[in-house]
């Protein structure tokens, strides 16, 4: 059937038609259902390694949708969660996405045998003109997707809290693209920053700027990107270190030494982020925090974070930028703070590794055919696009595509091109 298409003159009109159509179909299908505003999900997973529950805690009105306005039903099929929103009372699918999220991680820690805890979570989705269905989904150790909740919004509902207008100042560190729905949008939020240092986060925003675009393929993107910094400051200067018996009184209370792992620095104090992060149009959130010490983190479509005054803050911005914005995977094996991050008899989700479970889906494509797979780490291959054993935090069992990349060490300071080629997807899926 795709041969016939290609290759016949009769064919290539009526197709070339249908898919030049396909943006203002979606356009068409965005005004019918959503406004121009966001509704904000906040909800609740409880649970252990064994069993998670939903719960919805808040809905909240904000006042952009800066996300696509034509890709509304995701096909990346990236993360282990998903929200779907269904036409009310039925099985039409109108918007999905997929992400990650906080608890999902802590799942695979040892704490999570022993104790249940529960984590605050969000998810956006544009606000709707009618009534929805949503469901939040999640998948399975073995690959299910699986219902964690679902119920119905009126977009006239009293218990919808309009976002809360803090009236603090915006720094536009760069604007490519007037037109939020056509760009990626990150907002930069600043973690231990008092008042009297806002000088130093409008700097340390120009050199997230001046990172990004100095690192391929984001420098040909410049003009897909708005990126805008909110200027709150907190009550002390610096990070919380436990590990160091340092506790600071912070706008969103990160802290290194997340899940035991010195270096990694996330927040459970998930609704100050959001609030904080609404007040501009935003389809990333990116804090940077105000320490020396080495370290970040981040995840699928919730948020990153990453020291702003470290010797390789350059470096540690965009890998971490590549997990929360691309799906990418580290691509090291030598870590132990995860248990079993990935079931080997499945194909895992992020684009750069692979248990060759279904090679053909990633980048197979891309190798050359006299490539052994897998392939070995010798010298000869050093440059070469493979699969690697090792990744992924394991040794064995998952693959990735090159000997060295921004995903796995600082040393060559470059991304692999399977990762370019990733991020590049993405890009286009937000601006176009």
């Known amino acids: 059937m795709t041969t016939f298409v290609e290759n016949s003159h009769d064919m290539k009109k009526p197709l070339f038609l249908f898919l030049a159509f396909m943006p203002i179909i979606a356009w068409a299908q965005f005004d019918k259902y959503f406004t121009e505003a966001s509704l904000r999900v906040d909800y609740c997973l409880t649970g252990n390694q064994k069993t998670t529950i939903f719960s919805l805690k808040e809905l909240i009105r904000e006042p952009f949708w800066s996300g696509s306005k034509t890709n509304l039903i995701d096909n990346l099929e990236y993360g282990s969660y998903i929200v779907k929103v ?15 999220n906080l608890y999902g991680e802590w799942q695979t820690t040892d704490e999570a045998k022993q104790v249940t805890k529960t984590f605050d979570e969000s998810v956006i989705v544009p606000f709707p003109k009618v009534k929805i269905d949503i469901a939040l989904c999640y998948k399975t150790w073995e690959g299910q997707l699986t219902e964690g909740m679902r119920f119905t919004v009126s977009p006239d509902d009293y218990f919808i809290r309009n976002y809360n207008n803090l009236n603090l100042p915006v720094y536009e560190a760069w604007i490519g693209n007037k037109d939020i729905t056509k760009a990626v949008d990150i907002v930069i ?9 806002m000088g130093k986060f409008i ?3 120009d ?3 001046k990172s990004m675009f ?9 003009e897909s990107f708005n ?5 709150a400051p907190s009550l002390e200067s610096g990070c919380t270190m436990p590990g160091y018996h340092i506790y600071k009184n912070t706008v969103m209370q990160f802290s290194f030494w997340t899940f035991d792992s010195e270096r990694y620095c996330m927040s459970t104090d998930n609704r100050d982020i959001r609030d904080l992060a609404g007040q501009v149009p935003y389809d990333q959130i990116y804090i940077l925090m105000n320490t020396e010490k080495y370290g970040g983190g981040g995840i699928y479509n919730f948020y990153c974070s990453s020291a702003s005054s ?8 965009i890998h971490e930028f590549g997990h929360g914005f691309a799906g990418l995977a580290d691509e090291y094996y030598d870590d132990d703070t995860y ?8 194909e895992p989700w992020e684009p750069n590794i692979t248990t060759l479970v279904n090679f053909d889906a990633k980048w197979k494509d891309m190798m050359d055919k006299k490539t052994p797979i897998p392939t070995p780490r010798e010298t000869k291959y050093e440059h070469t696009i493979g699969a690697f054993e090792g990744g992924g935090y394991e040794p064995e069992g998952v693959y990735s595509p090159h000997m060295d990349c921004l995903m796995k060490t600082f040393k060559g300071h470059d991304f692999c091109p399977v990762c370019q080629r990733a991020i590049e997807r993405m890009i286009l899926y937000y601006s176009k």
């Open 214 to 222: 100095s690192y391929a393929p984001y420098d040909r993107y410049r």
């Open 227 to 231: 990126i805008r910094g909110v200027m």
């Open 339 to 346: 248990g079993d991050m990935y079931n080997n008899d499945l």
């Open 189 to 197: 939020l600043p973690e231990g920053y008092t008042q009297a240092e």
């Open 203 to 205: 700097k340390d925003c």
């Open 310 to 317: 470290n010797g390789f803050s350059s470096d540690v911005i």
């Open 207 to 209: 050199f997230f700027v």
């Open 86 to 100: 269904y036409e009310n009372g039925t099985d039409n699918l109108i918007f999905s996405k997929g992400y990650q």
